[in-house]
Each structure stands twice: as C-alpha cells, then as structure tokens.
Nanobody
C-alpha cells in the first residue's frame, strides 16, 4: 500500500509562493497518477493539479492554471506543487493522492491519500 506524507505548507502574504512536497513510500512513482486536492471546511474536495508520472502529461484546475506547477523527482520518489501568485482564496488544506488512471478529478479514482498540509494566504 502507498503511504503519502505532505509538507511545505505555511502562511504567506498574497502574491507569495510556496512549494508543497508529497513523499511516497511503498509505492514507486512511475506511471502513476499523482494528484493535489484541496478542501475547505464545509466544502467538497477539489482537484487542483494532476500528473501522470514518467510523462509530461499534466492537468490543472482553471482556478490555478498559470500559477501552480506540478512536478516530480523520481530519485526522491516525491511529487511537488509549486504555488506562485498565491491568493487568499487559495487558503485551505491541501492533500496529495495517488491512483492509477489520470483521466478524472474524482477522488474515488485515487486509492492513497496523505494527511494534508495547511496553506494560509493573507
């Protein structure tokens, strides 16, 4: 089973940047779908970015397109989410997820989840 641990969250001012990390164990990040989701209290989980590892195929939610970049480091078995030009609306918990198929934003298509990391933008 895959285990995922997120890190890199914190508090920044609007316009600032953060880089979230998702370290995987028990699961080789190759030809897998890795996704970043966010969920605020009382709201549904929202797909933010996804990457089919071992390729350059990626996708982004319209709300973050042009500001966020998802990437991977195969040697470190880690996926990243570079977040630039952060806005107060980006404030929420961010979760890393792993799956097989990368054709859907549905959380049900992802079988492994991290515990999340908090991002706060003022």
């Amino acid at each position: 089973d895959v285990q995922l641990v997120e890190s890199g969250g914190g508090s920044v001012q609007a316009g600032g940047s953060l880089r979230l990390s998702c370290a995987a164990s028990g699961y080789a990040l190759f030809r897998r779908c890795m996704g970043w989701f966010r969920q605020a209290p009382g709201k549904e989980r929202e797909g933010v970015a996804r990457l089919y590892t071992g390729s350059k195929i990626s996708g982004y939610a319209d709300s973050v397109k042009g500001r966020f970049i998802i990437s991977e480091d195969y040697a470190k078995n880690t996926v990243y989410l570079q977040m630039n030009s952060l806005e107060p609306e980006d404030t929420t918990m961010y979760y890393c997820a792993a799956g097989v198929s990368c054709g859907s934003w549905s959380p049900r298509d992802f079988t492994g989840w991290g515990q999340g990391t908090q991002v706060t933008v003022s």
